[in-house]
Nanobody
Framework: EVELVESGGGLVEAGQSLRLSCSGS????????IAWYRQYPGQKRQIISC?????????KYAASVKGRFTISSDYDKNAVNLQMDRLKTEDTATYYC???????????????????WGRGTPVTVSS
């Protein structure tokens, strides 16, 4: 059974940090690119970061989070983490991780979408 689970969301003040984690099982984890998306109420999910499969060498960030968020792989835990620093109120959203057999480039160009999704974890940043 495929499972993708996000954790680590919560309520923080602006300027503080959170670390989200995405763990998966039931599919060849190391071969799949893992992406983080966020969704504001009433809007579509938007990709904010991605790490490639097959070595986790490629990392991409949306302009809105570049320099503040860091995606990384935790090989021991079969997880991909998203370290979010210097959080802003506009980072308030529900965060989802997705796993895809395609590349981060494909996800970024919206020509591919994750095959598997987690259920999301809410992040609230107060002013």
């Amino acid at each position: 059974e495929v499972e993708l689970v996000e954790s680590g969301g919560g309520l923080v003040e602006a300027g503080q940090s959170l670390r989200l984690s995405c763990s998966g099982s039931g599919f060849p984890w190391d071969d799949y690119a893992i992406a983080w998306y966020r969704q504001y109420p009433g809007q579509k999910r938007q990709i904010i970061s991605c790490i490639s499969g097959f070595g986790r060498s490629e990392k991409k960030y949306a302009a809105s989070v570049k320099g503040r968020f860091t995606i990384s792989s935790d090989y021991d835990k079969n997880a991909v983490n998203l370290q979010m620093d210097r959080l802003k109120t506009e980072d308030t959203a529900t965060y989802y991780c997705g796993a895809t057999e395609y590349t981060c480039v494909g996800l970024w160009a919206s020509v591919a979408y994750p095959k598997y999704w987690g259920r999301g974890t809410p992040v609230t940043v107060s002013s």
